[in-house]
């Protein structure tokens, strides 16, 4: 071979590997684009806008004419998200934010995904998660159980579970667990490091403890749910806040009858939230919330059916208890509350419904010398669009 015909050789062989270097690189982009396009589809943008306006009256106050935010369901938006791991498995996140609809702010200043946030793995063998999320009994987000009625805690605290039943919250750094299905039955385990915050060592950081049990087969379904919230770190040395819930519902056919019960020890009186700006109204606190606090038993009796083109819900809440801390002469110890609903709901399409609601409420004892809050009627009219 002359010298010539080997540089040639050469030049043409160089040429050639670099042809298929940049078919190789080119097929990489194509596959790495590929996977990115996967990978957008599996992530979803939603929302929920819900408006009304609600015509109040609670004892002793005059009556109110207002625009309601999240009367039905809260408004919010989010991005959720998916990538399959093989075998069964998958990574998933969700990003929720709450706001108000009346006036665009934040539904909780400071945070930029206050109502969900969570990053997490799922299988054959379950799901675990960890971030900021409701309770199990909290009816707020992807891992509450509650049930045990037709709207929980829609519209007004006068008409919803909150007017009879302490139920628990969204909190910060947590941890849960879903156990696989098995017949119809379901576990989930969760814990908080540190409801608000887990900066301090562990016996100073305020806990949250909950473990759950679901049935849902045909008609039936049931929960049972208990929970702790301990108060380390707090002055106030609070006994642990214990939380013992049922709740079913069987749909007949013609209606759905609802049933639950609580049992509260040591927890906060339900519905009430006093103004610990005063002085009258941070001693109701230190008598009422703080310490032993109260322990009380709440039902609820509910019922829903299709009539009148929509959907006809009828929920009603009644609660007894007594406050554990001291007696004190001039403070009322026992309490108890009744409340009532009725709600109408029309679609629309699959994501537009009109609805109605009407509640009565009343109170007695240290419920009715002390606060206002369970005492009076409520009446909305709203819509809801979900995307």
Sequence with gaps: MTKLNFETFI??????????????????SFSSCSSCATAAS?????????AGVTVSKLHGDSTKVQMSNGNWMGNRWGIKGSEDLGNG?????????GFKLSNGNEASEGKAFSREAALGLSGTWGTVAFGRF??????????????????????????????AFYLTDRYN????????????FQGSFMYSNGRDSDENKWSYNQ???????????????????????????KADKNKTTQLLNLGASYDFGAF?????????MHAPLPGVEFDTKTAEGKALE????????????????????????GEVMLQTQFAFGKNKNASEPDKENKFNSFSMGAAYFYHFSKRTLMYTQAAWGTAGKALKHNTDDLRGWNATVGMTHTF
Excluded: W
């Design 173 to 184: 750094n947590s941890i849960i667990y879903l156990t696989p299905e098995y017949n119809g």
């Design 42 to 50: 599996n992530v979803t943008l939603y929302g929920v806008l819900d």
């Design 286 to 309: 230190n008598k009422y919330n703080n310490g032993k606090a109260n322990d009380y038993h709440a039902f609820a009796l509910s019922a829903s059916t299709n009539a009148l083109g």
């Design 207 to 233: 806990h949250y403890y909950g473990a759950g049990l679901t049935y849902g087969n045909g008609p039936l379904k049931a929960d049972l749910i208990y929970e702790a919230l301990d108060y380390k770190g």
């Design 134 to 163: 409701g309770g199990l009994s909290s009816d707020c987000g992807t891992y509450s159980i509650l049930g045990g009625a037709p709207y929980t805690t829609s519209f007004q605290t006068i008409g919803s579970m909150y007017s």
């Design 256 to 264: 759905t009858l609802y049933g639950a019960y609580e049992y509260a």
């Design 11 to 28: 030049y043409k062989i160089k040429a050639l590997l670099t042809y298929f270097s940049r078919i190789r690189n080119e097929k990489n």
């Design 89 to 97: 498995n998958s990574v998933f996140f969700k990003l929720e934010q």
